[in-house]
């Protein structure tokens, strides 16, 4: 962890999130505190409720019952989540969702319209993170024209286009090969060291999970296991 800072970026407490009204509790009053540049990695069964987590990181989607404040802004009173979600927040999807008919490079700018850039400014804040991605080259072509692993990669960039504090990554690499894999791992771990950026991840691989300053294990909607990563040890399973 680049301990620079001891202030805490996320603080969850008893957040309780259900589906079909009440019959399935995907949170279960989950408590968590998650430090400034951390990297925490988030493990679990099927179903236990990894993505719904995320997604109220995210804003992406509104608790029941709990608090949830992150990067000052409190989710549990919803107010300017869009301002948070723009400013604060890289998403990144198991399945990138990219958009398919518009070029790499416009993919990169969508996050920046909300934005006060210029045309221009967006134009060249989109090449320089093609270049950090190393994909300067592909700028013009379509999505469908990429390997999965370069598609991730793009999706990286457009994560980055506000400056996040946090990113936030789903099974970023579930659908890649092992070696593309320990690529995209190796940028997200580049970001996080050095611009301080907040990196959360969930994923079925601990080989990911072992990169992370701290492996939270998720299970039937409740944290189960936080365990620091200089403790790692064989307690804790290798799901997927
Ligand atoms: N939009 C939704 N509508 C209904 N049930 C959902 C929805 N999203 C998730 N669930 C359910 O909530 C539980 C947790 O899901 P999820 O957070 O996606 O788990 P994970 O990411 O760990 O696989 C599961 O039982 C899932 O079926
Ligand atoms: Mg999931």
Redesign the pocket.
């Known amino acids: 962890m680049n301990n620079n800072t001891e202030k805490n970026i996320i603080e969850i407490e008893n957040l309780e999130k259900s589906y079909e009204n009440g019959h399935i509790k995907a949170l279960n009053g989950i408590d968590l505190k998650i430090k400034e540049g951390e990297f925490v990695s988030i493990i679990g069964p099927s179903g236990s409720g990894?993505?719904t987590l995320l997604n109220m990181l995210g804003a992406l989607d509104i608790a029941d019952n709990g608090s949830i404040k992150v990067a000052d802004y409190d989710l549990s009173k919803n107010k300017k989540l869009d301002e948070f979600r723009s400013k604060k927040i890289g998403f990144i999807f198991q399945l990138h969702n990219l958009i398919p008919n518009i070029s790499v490079l416009e993919n990169i700018e969508i996050p920046m319209f909300e934005t006060k850039l210029s045309g221009k400014e967006r134009n060249n804040r989109a090449i320089e993170l093609l270049d950090i991605v190393g994909l300067k080259d592909k700028s013009k072509k379509k999505p469908t024209k990429l390997s999965g692993g370069e598609r991730q990669r793009v999706a990286i960039a457009r994560a980055l286009a506000n400056d996040p504090s946090i990113i936030l990554a789903?099974?970023p690499t579930g659908s890649l090969d092992s070696r593309t894999s320990k690529k995209i791992l190796e940028q997200l771990n580049k970001l996080h060291k050095e611009k301080n950026v907040t990196l959360i991840i969930?994923t079925h691989d601990m080989n990911v999970a072992k990169l992370a300053d701290r492996v939270i294990e998720v299970l039937d909607g409740k944290i189960i296991e936080s365990s620091d990563n200089s403790l790692l040890n064989d307690n804790i399973k290798i799901y997927g």
């Open positions: 990894k993505s789903d099974e969930v």
